[in-house]
């Protein structure tokens, strides 16, 4: 199993910088990409960010050119660095593991961290 807990929510001000975190333990080899998700209040939850092992990112509109993804180098940490914060940007906020073979089509999540930015 591979189990994924994130770190690094909290308040901040429109236009201030969060980091976000999230460390996978278990079967991390199991682990073919890893992302980041959110859900604001009442709306679906969607992607932010997403990293492959070769380093291939993907992000959502509203964030590119503000927040950028990156891998640690034993490959079980993911972090999102947000930039340039805007209210809209609040939501929770959830580490995703998408898995390899045998598994593949698989998803690990973590539970969540609240991210508030203030106007």
């Known amino acids: 199993q591979v189990q994924l807990v994130e770190s690094g929510g909290g308040l901040v001000q429109a236009g201030g910088s969060l980091r976000l975190s999230c460390a996978a333990s278990g079967n991390i080899f199991m682990i073919n990409a890893m992302g980041w998700y959110r859900q604001a209040p009442g709306k679906q939850r969607e992607l932010v960010a997403t990293i492959t092992n070769g380093g291939s990112t993907n992000f959502v509109d509203s964030v590119k050119g503000r927040f950028t993804i990156s891998r640690g180098n034993a490959k079980n940490t993911v972090y999102l660095q947000m930039n340039s914060l805007k209210p809209e940007d609040t939501a929770v906020y959830y580490c995703?593991?998408?898995?390899?073979?045998?598994?593949?089509?698989?998803?690990?999540w973590g539970k969540g961290t609240l991210v508030t930015v203030s106007s």
């Open positions: 995703n593991a998408e898995l390899r073979a045998p598994l593949a089509g698989e998803n690990r």
